[in-house]
């Protein structure tokens, strides 16, 4: 197994989309988020399983954040 801690910059400003984010990250398979940073500018997620640290960052990033970016902020 290859697991991770990575970091997630947030471009998500209001709270109830953070904690969407948060949740999704949640319940998808092999993820967990973690933590957030005191500034809640980046979610910290665990991993189980990614050889890409830096490719599974910019999925959540594509996938899920910018998605609830429009529903949430526009």
């Given at each position: 197994?290859?697991?991770?801690?990575?970091?997630?910059?947030?471009?998500?400003?209001?709270?109830?989309?953070?904690?969407?984010?948060?949740?999704?990250?949640?319940?998808?398979?092999?993820?967990?988020?973690?933590?957030?940073?005191?500034?809640?500018?980046?979610?910290?997620v665990h991993?189980l399983?990614?050889?890409?640290?830096?490719?599974?960052?910019?999925?959540?990033?594509?996938r899920?954040?910018?998605?609830?970016?429009?529903?949430?902020?526009?």
């Amino acid at each position: 197994m290859h697991s991770h801690f990575v970091t997630v910059p947030l471009d998500l400003k209001t709270p109830e989309a953070i904690t969407a984010l948060a949740g999704t990250i949640t319940m998808t398979p092999g993820t967990v988020s973690a933590s957030l940073s005191a500034d809640g500018r980046a979610l910290l997620v665990h991993c189980l399983e990614t050889d890409d640290p830096e490719k599974t960052v910019s999925d959540i990033k594509s996938r899920y954040e910018s998605r609830l970016q429009r529903i949430f902020e526009t």
